[in-house]
């Protein structure tokens, strides 16, 4: 089974709909991390979560809100979903002690209509 | 300004040729990353670097702190080596890990 996991992996909705995307891991890192990849961008950072009472915002937070339900979950919601947060978003963890290496979901491709 | 850059944005290659793609950041690091992106999206490490060189296989990646100046190679290129290769850099605040800096990422072809 996958360390991290995503779901869902594709999802069409419409302007104005709310949206939650999950992420679960099985690595028992602390740290976790949204980001979201457009054609010709680099990946950019939406919101990243220390532990689970600590969540800060990435530079690209607004439209977005998050929850760390536990030290395995972390969720990403769109409040009211616009065209241009069509994007591919991935969800990653990290170990803070060692080499910080990030591990990366599958990706979910979200289309808002 | 993109604080990491990368070169070339595309790369065709035949199969059986050395391949090099480079990174250049602007920020002070605390280490480096290279990550590949499969074709069908998922995305996987490679290296972590803070001095020198590593090599995983056909992979080898080097890096220049004094020149903030990153290399991967690939030797003895093959068709499945097909992918996205971004770096990414891991800014340096004091006692504690900074963000982390992404290139837009390297689209390597490799041909039969």
């Known amino acids: 089974d996958a360390d991290v996991t995503q779901t869902p992996r594709n999802r069409i909705t419409k302007t104005g709909k709310r949206i939650m995307l999950e992420c679960s891991q099985t690595?028992?890192?602390?740290?976790m991390y949204w980001y979201r990849q457009d054609p010709g961008l680099g990946l950019r950072l939406i919101y990243y979560s220390f532990d689970v009472k600590d969540i800060n915002k990435g530079e690209i937070s607004d439209g977005y809100s998050v929850s760390r339900q536990a030290q395995a979950k972390f969720s990403l919601s769109l409040e009211s979903a616009i065209p241009n947060q069509t994007a591919l978003y991935f969800c990653a963890t990290s170990d803070y002690w060692g080499t910080d290496t990030q591990y990366f979901g599958p990706g979910t491709r979200l289309t808002v209509l | 300004k993109n604080e990491v850059e990368q070169s070339p944005q595309n790369l065709t290659a035949q199969e059986g040729e050395f391949i090099t793609i480079n990174c250049s950041y602007s920020v002070g690091i605390s280490a480096l990353h290279w990550l590949q992106q499969h074709p069908g999206g998922g995305i996987v490490s490679l290296f972590m670097l803070s001095s020198g060189k590593k090599k995983h296989g056909r992979l080898i990646a080097t890096i220049n702190i004094q020149e903030k100046h990153s290399s991967l190679h690939i030797t003895a290129s093959h068709p499945r080596d097909s992918a996205v290769y971004i770096c990414?850099?891991?800014?340096?605040?004091?006692?504690?890990?900074?963000?982390?800096?992404f290139g837009r990422g390297t689209q390597l072809t490799v041909w039969p």
């Open positions: 690595k028992g890192h602390d740290r």
């Open positions: 990414a850099v891991r800014s340096y605040r004091g006692s504690t890990l900074g963000r982390l800096y």
